[in-house]
């Protein structure tokens, strides 16, 4: 059974960092894109990054382009995600997920594996 576990989530303020851990386990994914999406409260889930098996491609929204970084370590089947200068806006739940194949994208149907989520509050 797969499983995709999120943590590293929680408060902090705005401009600060946070990082995000999303360990898989079930299969291997190192051929496979992961990504992280999140979503507020009110709001539809919506695209974070995305990150390709090999880790050479890397895909963000534009909010949180120059501020994130994703990464992984197929080593541990995790992925990644640091977040830096956050802003008030930043806070929801994160959620990791993963692909049955290759390819980053921001399409939320293409992934097949999905954690629990992890809570990110930013507060002033």
């Known amino acids: 059974q797969v499983q995709l576990v999120e943590s590293g989530g929680g408060l902090v303020q705005a401009g600060g960092s946070l990082s995000l851990s999303c360990a898989a386990s079930g299969r291997t994914f190192s051929s496979a894109a992961m990504g992280w999406f999140r979503q507020a409260p009110g709001k539809e889930r919506e695209f974070v990054a995305s990150?390709?098996?090999?880790?050479?491609?890397?895909y963000y929204s534009d909010s949180v382009k120059g501020r994130f970084t994703i990464s992984r370590d197929n080593a541990k089947n995790s992925v990644y995600l640091l977040m830096s200068s956050l802003k008030l806006e930043d806070t929801a739940v994160y959620y990791c997920a993963a692909r049955d194949s290759n390819g980053a994208t921001n399409e939320f149907k293409r992934y097949a594996y999905w954690g629990q989520g992890t809570q990110v509050t930013v507060s002033s």
């Open positions: 990150i390709s098996g090999s880790g050479y491609m890397t």
